[in-house]
Every structure is written in structure tokens, then in C-alpha cells.
């Protein structure tokens, strides 16, 4: 397969999980099933920067909940030199979620899409690919204010190509569920 084909066939794969997450995000609240019970529906974003195995992190995730199941979409932006290389991660993950009056405690795992460029300078190269992977994430979250907190987030990702994992700090805001 040539570089142009290759080159489509991410970008496209990358458009349809994108409208993926954004299906989600915007349904999910409407659909039947979370309607069964409005006041259960659980939601909360957080985002954060942090340090891993291959430099620093930038990552944002949308969790929530329908009926008794949480998820979550998420996406990871790692740089892992000067040069302008970078990692990107799309992920979804299930896990379980222990919230209490000042703590929130989550956990999830779930398959992520990975694609990577990597700037060689030396003989004015660049090399792309893709993969997947799998993901995990932890979050402990600190909530002064009920909807708003702040937090740590580990979290990990073991795929074909380029492994990482790392720790980042996290700023949560959720719907107070």
C-alpha cells in the first residue's frame, strides 16, 4: 500500500472515531436507555498534563455512565523529544467508578488507537504509523467543591509499536452524581 493510501485510510479512521466520540457525547444523555432514570445519568471530564515514559502527556477524557456501567473516550497527546515527535492515543474504556462526598476513585481499561510521527533529522526523514493498543486508566480525584475538583490520573498503554505510561495531574468537573 502506498504512503497516500496509508495516509487516507488514518485520517478516515481518525474522522469516524472522532464523530464516535462526538455521537456519544452528545447522545448519550437522550438516548432511551438513560432515560429510563435521568437523575442516575453520571457524567465528568477531566484533563490534565503530565510526565511518562516518553516525555510529557496532554490527555482529556469524557467519562460517564449508563444505568450501572461506566466509560470512558478519552485522548492522549504525547511529545517524546525536541524534535517534534509525537504519540496519539484515542481510547475507550469500562470500568467502575467509588465517588464519595470529597474523593472520587475511578478506574477503566479499554482498546485505543494509536498513531505516532517521528522526525529524523539526521537524514531528513519522517516515519508515520498506527496501531492498537490497550489502555488503562486511574483516577483519584480531590473535590473542595462538589462539581469541581482536582486530581492525579495514572495511566498506561501497551501496544505493537511505542508502549507508554506516565502521570499526570487532572482538573475534574462533573455533573455531581
Known sequence: MNKCNNEYTRKVSVLFFLYFILFIMILTPFSSIAQDSVKTFKWWYN????VGTKGFHVGANYNFSIRKQYYQVGYNL?????FGNTLHLLNFGIGKRIIKRYFLLAGFIGPAYVWAT????NNRSIFMYSTIGLVSNLQLIFKPIKFLGVGIELYGNANFKQSTGGIRISFHISNNK
Open 78 to 82: 504525547g511529545e517524546y523529544n525536541l
Open 118 to 121: 517521528e522526525n529524523y533529522f
Open 47 to 50: 484533563s490534565g498534563r503530565g
